[in-house]
């Protein structure tokens, strides 16, 4: 852990208290960690700004609307969430979060008319959509708006709230961040239909939902 890691942790270590994952493991996955950018949005979210010029994230606030969403998305037919990720290091933890709660996923390049248009050849009927950035996924959300399917989206400090129904704030380009952030929640829906204990963890681990070097090595080959 580095120095700046180690005072965030002892500046945050009062809010541990009910938190999803011990505030170590939250802080070295680099969840609470935005970018030089802060729309007006994301203010109520922010915790602080780093010498660096680095917006950082409040984990208690990430940590409350992950179990909030938790609670929405348990009440809807698996089959009807749509999450999705065009952003490579969000493939992964799409695609195992899905393997997890049987959402669907929807990878890579999203098509043009998969939510509005029901002679889609791929038309899926969704009753809400989970995108990875509302900035790289901007076209799920404008179609997801437009037929009326509430969205819930990851959110950076750079992003804004346009269309978007319910945010969880977190760092939404990092590898192990989009990892942690997609197994909790898979975790606290499980939890919330009470397909795992209270307390329970998921039989799969973190690191299975963490894209791999190789993986994004080898899109480029």
């Not at 509430?150 to 590898?175: E, H, M, Q, W, Y």
Request: net charge negative; with cysteine.
């Amino acid at each position: 852990m580095t120095e700046e890691e180690s005072r965030e942790s002892e500046e945050v270590i009062e809010k541990e208290t009910g938190l999803l994952l011990p505030i170590e493991n939250l802080l070295s996955a680099g969840i609470h960690i935005g970018t030089r950018i802060n729309t007006k949005d994301m203010d109520p979210f922010i915790y602080r700004v780093r010498p660096d010029g680095l917006f950082v994230l409040d984990v208690e606030k990430t940590n409350a609307r992950i179990r909030t969403a938790a609670k929405f998305l348990a009440f809807i037919d698996p089959s009807k969430i749509i999450v999705v990720s065009t952003r490579l290091y969000g493939i992964t933890p799409v695609t195992k979060f899905c393997e997890v709660t049987f959402a669907h996923p929807v990878t890579g390049r999203f098509l043009p008319g998969l939510f509005s248009n029901p002679n889609h050849s791929s038309h899926l009927e969704a009753e809400v959509v989970v995108v990875t950035d509302p900035k790289a996924d901007k076209q799920a959300v404008k179609e997801a708006s437009s037929v009326g399917i509430p969205v819930v989206a990851l959110c950076d400090t750079d992003n804004d709230f346009s269309k978007i129904d319910f945010v969880i704030p977190v760092n939404n380009k990092g590898r192990r961040s989009l990892a942690t952030i997609y197994w909790l929640l898979a975790r606290q829906i499980l939890r919330e239909k009470g397909e795992i204990p209270p307390e329970g963890d998921l039989s799969t681990p973190i690191e299975a939902f963490e894209t791999k070097l190789s993986e994004v090595r080898s899109q480029f080959e």
